[in-house]
């Protein structure tokens, strides 16, 4: 009599821990992990440097995001083909996928251009990049890589980029007239800008342009930004530095992919390869704004290089060749006429709100830490 209470305990408690095993047994999920990932093999337009970093930050993302079900294989520049012609290996299927910028097969449509490089209409890259999202721009995007180009391809935007320096020069720059006659590196419309304005342009890579301008080859030339400019040396071969331009005020980077092959992916893996570059692309903005005004400084402080802000007076002559450009591409290219009046409607838009609505910043940064 004494053991029953003990023994029905017992058995309450055993079989209830039994039951619940069996219970979570029968409705817990089976777990299925590939054993062999797919793996796309992709190739960046970048040897080393914040813009290799970037392409790895988007990678990282994806490969995270599968769980290990899908891999990138990144590969830098030059590892399979020549950065002018990575566009056409992911079109051929010799590539999976690359990480540039429009600029690069800017050869093949001026149009392309107008995705990074193109003229400022009073807007930044971010805001580029929602009118690629949101105002009709990937729609034309893809009428440009489908209908009139006829390539195999699928493309992502990430990272909207600030507005790039007009660059490094032998001395302070302070109107027009001293940049005529200049031999000066940069790429995209951006070359077509310049040129209007008499100078000399010459179109490198990136890792090209200090040597160019060490040897006298170029005499003065831009890249994109502060940390990038440090990391090619750029302040050991000129001390004139000069920020702000119009020349190529919102660029962002470009994701390709082989379109075939992408449409043969599994739907949570297409969503993948394009969610992980918003993603990216909000850290890249975040970054960009610790790194390049970290090394801003570190080019004053500590390599001697005297900063200036562009003159007013260049930056409007610049939009005058801008004028100038838009009207001839777009008398000779129907297409390019057709997107130039939907950026411009948008960013009309779109400025008409953002414009008035942004308070002086400057003005309130210069109420706490004094005049820049």
Known sequence: MTDKPATRRKFLKTGAATAATGITAATMPSI?????PIVLKVQAAWGGGIFLEFA?????????????????????VGAVVKTAEMQTAVHKGVLDGAHLVTAYWYSKSPV??????????G???????????????????????HDRLKLDLVGFFSGPMPAQPLGWFKEEIKGSDQMKG???????????????????????????????LKSGLIDAAEF???TSDKDFGMQDVSKYYHL??????????????NKTLFD?????????LEYASEAASSDMAWKAMERYSQDLVTLKKDHGVNVFRTPDSVMQEQLKAWDVVIERISNDDEFFAKVVASQKDWAQRHGAYALNNAPDYRGAYEHYFGKL
Request: glycine share 12%; charged share 15%.
């Open 264 to 272: 043969k992916l599994p739907a949570e893996h297409q969503a993948i």
């Open 224 to 226: 994109n930004n502060p």
């Open 123 to 145: 807007w930044s890259a971010n805001e580029l990049m929602g009118w690629i999202q949101y105002g009709g721009g990937r729609e034309l995007y893809n009428e440009l890589m």
């Open 32 to 36: 299925v992990v590939a054993a062999d």
């Open 112 to 121: 392309a251009s107008l995705f990074g490089t193109g003229p400022c209409f």
């Open 182 to 212: 200049l031999k000066y590196r940069t790429v995209g419309l951006a070359a077509d800008v310049l040129q209007e304005m008499g100078m000399s342009v010459v179109q490198l890579p990136g890792g090209e342009i200090q040597p160019a």
């Open 244 to 257: 702000a331009s119009y020349h190529q005020s919102q660029e962002c980077f470009e994701i390709i992919y």
């Open 56 to 76: 790895q930050d988007y990678v990282d993302r994806v490969n995270k995001m599968s769980g290990g079900s899908l891999k990138i294989d990144l590969l830098g």
